[in-house]
């Protein structure tokens, strides 16, 4: 079964412009399988893709997953559940 991560980029106002530089993974690992991602985001239409854009999605992820784990360990568990995400 092939899973497609959705992150939104926009927040209650509207969707900003992405800064020049991308932060890169704490880990400096990308975190997602890039033909995956370059697939989905040429189903959304004829763009070309920036090669930082990988570091980015990478990025973002990897604080998602910070988070989903600093909530799971302040409800004392040690499994991350996908409410936590």
Do not use: C, P
């Amino acid at each position: 079964m092939n899973h497609i991560l959705f992150i939104e980029v926009g927040d209650q106002e509207g969707i900003h412009m992405a800064k020049k530089k991308s932060k890169k993974s704490s880990s400096g690992e990308i975190l997602v399988v890039q033909s995956k991602v370059r697939e989905y985001l040429k189903s959304q239409g004829d763009y070309n893709i920036g090669g930082d854009v990988f570091e980015a999605v990478s990025g973002r992820i990897e604080r998602m997953l910070e988070r989903a784990s600093e909530r799971a360990a302040a409800n004392n568990r040690k499994t991350i559940q996908g409410k936590d995400i």
